[in-house]
């Protein structure tokens, strides 16, 4: 089992909204986001993934927000990262 985080390509900013990332839309120009991936939900999940595949997730740190890529798990139709990935990259 893996513990991590399920993400959620970013389509629209009402998809920032929902997500408490609006903020985000003061940082970074919109288009930046589009089709990047964040965070869905805050609170860790335990997964069995499928395989892995790579994409470009935004996260934020110290109130910057990065894009990096990197690998994300597959589980059924939905990805996620876990918390070994994010602290590869940071």
Known sequence: MTEGYRLR??????????????????????????????????????????????VKVALNVDKWVFIEEAEADIVGDELYIAEEEIDRIY
Do not use: H, M, Q, S
Not at 15 to 41: A, R
């Open 9 to 54: 390509k970013i389509e629209t900013a009402k998809d920032l909204k929902e997500l408490g990332y609006d903020w985000w839309l003061e940082l970074c120009d919109f288009e930046d986001l589009k089709g990047k991936y964040v965070i869905d939900d805050r609170r860790t999940t335990a997964y069995e993934p499928n395989g892995t595949k790579l």
